[in-house]
């Protein structure tokens, strides 16, 4: 079992800042592969960034440029640093751990790939 617990999340302003953390607990084992997805109101939940266990990482186009997904394995703590955050931003946001997500982190961005999820954290950023 995996429980994850994400923090960081706040209001902003368009064109701030904010760095999300989520901390994992349990089998670590079942979180080699890590990654971030928001949901809006109404809409479907989607993939922003991911990180394997060799280090490959995934962003959607969307955040290309602006937000950075990292990870310190001796904390267990996986990082999303968002920066020039626009309105559109505005979402839950989740962090989600399995042992794999596909073949070559190709199924990073697909919710049913990952096993665990945390419980969210908001993040409002106003024009």
């Known amino acids: 079992q995996v429980q994850l617990v994400e923090s960081g999340g706040g209001s902003v302003q368009a064109g701030g800042s904010l760095r999300l953390s989520c901390v994992a607990f349990g089998n670590i084992y079942s979180t080699s592969c890590m990654a971030w997805f928001r949901q809006g109101p109404g809409k479907e939940r989607e993939g922003v960034a991911g990180?394997?266990?060799?280090?490959?990482?995934r962003y959607a186009d969307s955040v290309k440029g602006r937000f950075t997904i990292s990870k310190d394995n001796a904390k267990n703590t996986l990082y999303l640093q968002m920066n020039s955050l626009k309105p559109e931003d505005t979402a839950m946001y989740y962090c989600?751990?399995?042992?794999?997500?596909?073949?070559?982190?190709?199924?990073?961005?697909?919710?049913?790939?990952?096993?665990?999820w945390g419980q969210g954290t908001q993040v409002t950023v106003s024009s």
């Open positions: 990180i394997d266990s060799d280090g490959l990482i």
């Open positions: 989600a751990a399995d042992a794999m997500a596909g073949p070559d982190f190709l199924g990073w961005a697909i919710p049913y790939e990952y096993d665990y």
